[in-house]
């Protein structure tokens, strides 16, 4: 019997407050969710999703199963928004993996819909299995960008396909054949977005243990910066491919992850970086001048300082650009959102994008504040919006590695936050 060993490993990052990933791990399935639409609704729909996903996949284990899996999920998420305005437009990624008995030895089935991924590394190295479904991703396909710059592109956020958005839902499959220690890595766009696939390959030869490996890439992303939540999926394939049930390596079931995991393994405070300890304070002793012109010198040089960093951000603040709503039109401001200390923000803008024509899960985003490094890009999002409104409501076929799948692009892209 062919089976998973896996372990999860999960951190909300340095940026946000709250993480909003869900993963599923067991012996025969595997799943990340990364949920977007606002702090409450991303975490709902990611917790639906997985669910979902484990519940309906367990009493039909097949590859259609699986598929259908995610049309479970999408249904409630749907269903949930319909019935609390608050949730309306929240929406998750979702990439399951699941290993499938055959006559010729274990397959592997992927369903996938969003930008987290799902990863094969084996004697072949690594190789990613799925595509995202991202604007990004269909300008590198276009060949209007390099695969460089969509590693750095400002709005690789924008996703064109997820869990929640539309009823239709088009769900891109992958069957690959499972060798006995190939291993499968799941994650959410946290890990990717800080680390290339060469450091991601490096980590998962480098640690045997799934545990370890996983914990390993989320530390890696957290030291990169640690700008999203980061959730890994790390699952080797165990046992004989040919059916007969007779496991070659059988390890321990106890330390692998829960059937349902929303914060499975979370990385203990202070694994990335240590926390300084505080200076020591004394008294002065008696007779022991309190000023002296080292301690003079100090005050001068920390006034120098602090006049430096002054100044230090308020060109911080004045060369960051920001778009949001001037009532009901979408405008671009100079500042940061909600100001920033004693600066306030700045209309420098006000596009012609009306506030009813952006689509709803990018709302969220504009109402926060969608961040930018300069005047330009700032418009580059602007624009990306009308695009987002124009375009992306026409139907397209989407091609897949390993087998075709006709897809449509959802009447709009939905954005997750940066």
């Known amino acids: 019997m062919t089976r998973f060993t896996a372990a999860v490993a999960t951190d909300p990052g340095r940026v946000r407050a709250s993480n909003q990933d869900r993963a599923v791990a ?10 977007m639409g606002g702090h409450v609704g991303g975490e709902i729909a990611a917790q639906l999703a997985v669910e979902a996903v484990g519940r309906s996949y367990e009493a039909h284990p097949t590859a259609a199963g699986l598929v259908a899996a995610l049309r479970e999920a999408n249904d409630e998420i749907c269903a949930h928004g319909d019935e609390d305005r608050r949730l309306h437009g929240m929406g998750t990624t979702l990439t399951a993996a699941a290993l499938l008995e055959a006559a010729g030895g274990a397959r592997l089935v992927v369903a996938h819909i969003g930008d987290s991924r799902a990863y094969l590394y084996g004697r072949g190295g690594l190789r990613q299995l799925t595509e995202d479904h991202s604007l990004v991703e ?9 695969r460089t710059e969509a590693f750095f592109h400002p709005h690789r956020h924008i996703l064109t396909r997820a869990l929640g958005v539309d009823r239709q839902l088009d769900v891109d499959t992958w069957t690959v054949d499972a060798a006995e220690h190939d291993r499968i890595l799941l994650c959410s766009d946290g890990l990717t977005n800080e680390c290339p696939d060469g450091e991601i390959a490096e980590i998962l030869a480098a640690n045997t243990d799934p545990g370890d490996a996983a914990q390993a890439l989320v530390v890696r992303a957290l030291e990169h910066g640690g700008s999203d939540n980061i959730t890994v ?13 007779v496991s070659s390596r059988d390890k321990a079931a106890t330390g692998t992850a829960p059937a349902t995991s929303p914060a499975a393994a979370p990385l203990p405070p202070g694994t990335a970086y240590a926390r300084p300890k505080p200076p020591s304070r004394r008294r002065p002793r008696p007779g022991e001048r309190l000023v002296t012109p080292w301690s003079a010198l100090f005050v001068l040089a920390l006034a120098g300082v602090l006049a430096g960093a002054a100044g230090f951000v308020e060109w911080f603040v004045k060369a960051s650009y920001f778009v949001g709503f001037e009532r009901n039109r979408v405008g671009i401001f100079r500042g940061r959102p909600g100001g920033f200390l004693w600066f306030k923000p700045t209309l420098v803008e006000t596009t012609s994008l009306a506030r009813s024509a952006v689509y709803p899960p990018s709302l969220p985003f504009l109402k926060a504040g969608l961040l930018e490094p300069s005047l330009s890009a700032a418009q580059g999002a602007v624009r990306t919006l009308v695009s987002e409104k124009n375009k992306l409501g026409l139907s397209a076929v989407f091609t897949t590695s390993g087998s075709a799948t006709h897809g449509r692009v959802t009447p709009g892209a939905a954005a997750r936050g940066i």
């Open 138 to 146: 269909e300008m590198v396909r276009r060949g209007e960008i390099t």
């Open 233 to 245: 999926v790390v699952a080797d394939v165990e046992g004989t491919v040919s059916g007969t049930g």
């Open 26 to 35: 067991n012996d025969r399935l595997l799943a990340v969710a990364d949920g």
